[in-house]
């Protein structure tokens, strides 16, 4: 199987089964909200946070197979760790986003399977959302709030 048909599979599968994808989480700390009105892509993000780790995630939304299958692969990626960590994830997943080179391979898990998604401008952002939204949700958190929205115009 090519490299390009095996990170589809992942994301097809992340798709047809999707990891912590919730309408609510208990006792969330935080929730942001983000849009790419680009695609039409809606994702509401939820956040609990103990020992400053990422104890608990939940996404949920409207959007298409890219988006949703992002967001499910970073939960998987980013839940038990630290706040800056996971932080530090996202910058990663975005520069491996616009092509400038992939690190921490092992910890993005099935993450890597998007870097195909790179060659795709218009698609960059949906894939983008989840892991956007996340760090939002941490600057959130550490600015004292609650609720955040943001539109990725
Ligand atoms: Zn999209």
Known sequence: MALDDLYQEI???HYRT???????LDGHDVHVHH???LCGDELDLR???ADDKVDGLAYDGDGCSISMASASAMSEAV???TLSDAD???????LMMHGEGLKREDDLLDG???????KFPVRVKCAL?????LKDAIATYRGGSQEHRVTHE
Do not use: K, T
């Open 129 to 133: 959302l989840g892991w956007m939204a």
């Open 88 to 94: 530090d994830l996202a910058e990663v997943f975005r």
């Open 11 to 13: 994301i097809l599968d």
């Open 79 to 81: 839940i038990g760790r």
């Open 47 to 49: 956040l609990r946070v």
């Open 35 to 37: 849009s790419n009105p």
């Open 18 to 24: 999707p990891r912590h994808r919730s309408a609510d």
């Open 112 to 118: 890597v399977a998007f870097q195909g998604v790179a």
